[in-house]
């Protein structure tokens, strides 16, 4: 069965530094979504993502965050200046459309900012 | 701001009997739910899902009941299995442009054998 992929599974980065998630969604999907747990809490909607541009972002999704899908096949999530509260995991999921179809997520990334 | 509820942190049930989870919304602007099963380390895999054109779902062991005017709905899995222990998590999309969902903080079903 078809699957999304994340990479790395777990990142370990310095306050201030950049990183980057990377997911590949399943080929034949169109929407494509971030989410994050931050440990304890809810799983939080960032943002979608659909026809190379933004469809909705949450207040969480700042100027500090961006994604972009630099070929036919991957979906990147950048932190641009990590924080102590980035610490999270982070879910990459997508979706076949926006009609009642479930979001198939990744196994995710476990980010720690120390 | 807690569109969906569960209030239920825990569930333990023994292996054969009925597990019942619930979850509570209160966004009248729902229309399609969802019921996710996660393993530790793992994403937020699909179970179930039920329109609110329905009332009812049932995939094999597993059946959801949505109660629109209770802004209510359940999770039963029947019979349970000890593979079923896991977080349980309800979530809720509205019409938007991209659906996106709108999670409860899940229940930590535990069967116990």
């Known amino acids: 069965e078809p699957e999304v992929t994340q990479t790395p599974s777990h990142q370990v980065t310095q306050m201030g530094q950049e990183v980057i998630l990377r997911c590949v969604p399943i080929?034949?999907?169109?929407?494509f979504y971030w989410y994050r747990q931050i440990l304890g809490q809810k799983v939080e909607f960032l943002v979608s993502?659909?026809?190379?541009?933004?469809?909705?972002k949450s207040e969480i999704f700042d100027d500090q965050f961006s994604v972009e899908r630099p070929d036919g096949s991957n979906f990147t999530l950048k932190i641009r200046s990590t924080k102590l509260e980035d610490s999270a995991m982070y879910f990459c999921?997508?979706?076949?459309?926006?009609?009642?179809?479930?979001?198939?997520f990744g196994n995710g990334t476990r980010l720690t900012v120390t | 701001d807690q569109q969906v509820k569960q209030n239920s942190p825990s569930l333990s049930v023994q292996e054969g009997r009925i597990s019942i989870l619930n979850c509570d919304y209160t966004n009248s602007m729902f229309d399609y739910f969802l019921w996710y099963k996660k393993y530790p380390a793992e994403g937020p895999t699909f179970l179930i899902s039920i329109s609110s054109i329905k009332d009812k779902n049932e995939d094999g062991r597993f059946t959801v009941f949505l109660n629109k005017s209770a802004k209510h709905l359940s999770l039963h899995i029947v019979p349970s299995q000890p593979g079923d222990s896991a977080v349980y998590f309800c979530?809720?999309?509205?019409?938007?442009?991209?659906?996106?969902?709108?999670f409860g903080s899940g229940t930590q079903l535990t069967v116990l054998p």
């Open positions: 993502f659909y026809n190379n541009e933004i469809s909705e």
């Open positions: 999921a997508s979706s076949p459309w926006t009609g009642v179809s479930p979001l198939h």
């Open positions: 979530a809720a999309s509205g019409s938007g442009s991209a659906r996106q969902l709108t």
């Open positions: 080929s034949n999907h169109l929407y």
